[in-house]
T-cell receptor, first 114, second 112 residues
Framework: TQLLEQSPQFLSIQEGENLTVYCNSS?????LQWYRQEPGEGPVLLVT?????EVKKLKRLTFQFGDARKDSSLHITAAQPGDTGLYLC??????????????FGKGTHLIIQP | KAGVTQTPRYLIKTRGQQVTLSCSPI?????VSWYQQTPGQGLQFLFE???????NKGNFPGRFSGRQFSNSRSEMNVSTLELGDSALYLC???????????FGSGTRLTVV
């Protein structure tokens, strides 16, 4: 059974500050996906990283996949109130028979105060 | 293009009843997965269907079942409902989950 530990669980910061969310596992994943979820809605895919050491940027968000493909981080620069939400990391192990389902971290509840 | 559609959005059932939830994936997506989300456990994988075949199943009791139709639409069924089944049930579709999934808005099930 794969586990993904996500930290911190809760984070409340002021607008303009920077933050980093971590996602760690002892398992190797084929694909590491980051989602953002608003209250009452389903998660929305932000990015997928599949290569060890890969870095992807999405405006003020930077995603990194660890060299061993066991961990990932999400860094937000100059956070804005619109970044408020639940951030989820999810790892997948894919074979010819499809995925054994995504393993999700418990999520980081992020609040950006104006 | 239309997103993933789940019906109904909200449902209240009594212990011991059974319930069926529906999911229409994005057109062209043949993979449909189901997840249960609760405050304590987060998102947990229920099962995945691809071309009408269940490919994988999570660690849930046999009361949880599903199926996929030839048009890729999927249903999940929970029999003999328990209070602990109260949760947000999410459906996700993909052409290949390797690059990510599109989730529906979920069905909020409350068991009383």
């Amino acid at each position: 059974t794969q586990l993904l530990e996500q930290s911190p669980q809760f984070l409340s910061i002021q607008e303009g500050e920077n933050l980093t969310v971590y996602c760690n596992s002892s398992s190797v994943f084929s694909s590491l996906q980051w989602y953002r979820q608003e209250p009452g809605e389903g998660p929305v895919l932000l990015v997928t990283v599949v290569t060890g050491g890969e870095v992807k940027k999405l405006k003020r968000l930077t995603f990194q996949f660890g060299d061993a493909r066991k961990d990932s981080s999400l860094h937000i620069t100059a956070a804005q109130p619109g970044d408020t939400g639940l951030y989820l990391c999810a790892g997948g192990i894919f074979s010819g028979g499809g995925a054994d389902g995504l393993t999700f971290g418990k999520g980081t509840h992020l609040i950006i105060q104006p | 293009k239309a997103g993933v559609t789940q019906t109904p959005r909200y449902l209240i059932k009594t212990r011991g009843q059974q319930v069926t939830l529906s999911c229409s994936p994005i057109s062209g997506h043949r993979s449909v997965s189901w997840y249960q989300q609760t405050p304590g456990q987060g998102l947990q994988f229920l099962f995945e269907y691809f071309s009408e075949t269940q490919r994988n199943k999570g660690n849930f009791p046999g009361r949880f079942s599903g199926r996929q139709f030839s048009n890729s639409r999927s249903e999940m069924n929970v029999s003999t409902l328990e209070l602990g089944d109260s949760a947000l049930y999410l459906c996700a579709s993909s052409s290949t989950g390797y690059y990510g999934y599109t989730f529906g808005s979920g069905t909020r099930l409350t068991v009383v």
